[in-house]
């Protein structure tokens, strides 16, 4: 508790902002919608999933570890966004789903930067819909991943300081 | 609140219990060692089985787009491009009928077109065996290819 309020006062209105617990919550609120919203469809359709998993050539049938490892990716990813996504609306162990969902959006970042290096054209990114109407992996994809990365890192290592706590924050006060 | 690493493998664990649990129970579920492409009943064989099955005179169908088939295909093959099915359908079709030997393939690693093609002909009676990889994996073993418009 000493060691986080030393590290908090003192600092720039930047990193007062990104305390406050309105902006927490907010940011949790964000990522963890769009990772609820995210795995929906997913859910629905494991198959479909799969297959997009597949053409980013990284596990599946161009790899030498055959199709259980990327199968398993296609049916569990999807309901560890769904938790981690519920666990940040709710706000119940919010800074480990956080840390949940940003290793997740870390691996997305790494994946679609591999296939651009690789040259390995993907229409469908599997984000979101698994149909046509899905985006494309791209610099687009890569910007908005790490977007909300950045939102899932504050929430998961920054501490809010207490709502109460105006600008010298009482320890006794702090979550 | 400190950061707990226990609550964060419970997440990774519950997720993977769920993710296991619906895909056994809810009907949507897929085989967890097969290719999520293949359906029930499709044949799948590797390069050096479709090129045995080559030399023994096999129909080869290509079921990339025309543009891909001009470009280069497997010499002999019989242009069937997904997305301009029925018209090449016509064309193969008495070919397809007389041969019990038929092997699609299509662009590779992640490609479907071979997949719909063959649950086509399948809808129509027609058994067709995909090449796994498709055209790369052919390439990549170093079997001939044919350059232009001509099978």
Known sequence: MDRRRASGQGRGPALKLLRHPAVHWLLALVVGGVFVYASLSKIADPQAFA???????????????GFVPANLVAVALPWVELIAGILLITGLWRREAAVVSAVMLAVFVAAVASTMIRGIDIQNCGCFALDASGRAAGWKLIAGDLALLAAALVVAVVPPR??????DASPATAT | MPLRPGRIALIAALGLACGLTWNTWSGRGIALGANAFLREGAEE????????????????????????????????????????????????????????DAVVYCAGYGCEASHKVADRLKARGIHVAILNEGWPAWTDAGHPVKEGAQP
């Open chain 1, 51 to 65: 297959k997009i998993v597949y053409h980013y050539q990284v596990i599946g049938p161009s790899a030498s570890l």
């Open chain 2, 45 to 100: 064989i590797d390069a050096s089985e479709a090129r045995a099955r080559f030399d023994r005179g096999a129909l080869f169908l290509d079921a990339r787009p025309v543009a891909n088939y001009e470009m280069s295909h497997i010499p002999r093959a019989a242009p069937l491009p997904e997305d301009d099915f029925d018209r090449h359908f016509m064309a193969v079709e008495p070919r397809l009928r007389s041969s019990f």
């Open chain 1, 162 to 167: 207490a709502p109460e706590a105006a600008a």
